[in-house]
């Protein structure tokens, strides 16, 4: 059985260059430096939350940009884009916005998704986790690395 549930952002878009790319989260214009690469990012978001097997970023075509603790990166990839277009066509057709975050449960683990417009951030937890934890503390993790905070 699988189940998914979106959260979905109204306004308040920052704008953000990776790779020279313009992507989106929550608000102002940042840049990651090179010391705060994606591989550092997703390490820092395993660290420092509890049950996490593994996380992927991945672009909106489907490519792998970092993975770190997967052994299917492909896979979660795939499943992260599908859901984080998903969330986004929801929210668009009943006016409420992007997707901001999403939790779909497969077998035994749950995949946790962000949107950062133009790529997706995968999160696998176990299935004992509590997503809405985990969520919370991810959400904090990224809005310190992209506002400054650390």
Known sequence: MISVSFTLIKSGIYNIV????????????????????LNELLE???LEVEKIKG?????????VLADVGLEDAEGIGAIAVFIGMSGNFIGETLKFGDMKSSVIEIE???LLVFNMSNFQIGVLIDAKASARFAISEIN?????EYQGGK
């Open 140 to 144: 904090n993790i990224l809005e310190s």
């Open 44 to 46: 820092k978001i395993i």
């Open 55 to 63: 996380a992927a970023a991945v672009a909106e075509d489907g490519v």
């Open 18 to 37: 990776i790779n020279n790319e313009l992507c989106s989260y929550l608000g102002k214009e940042e840049t990651l430096s090179t010391k705060k690469s």
């Open 108 to 110: 035994g683990q749950k």
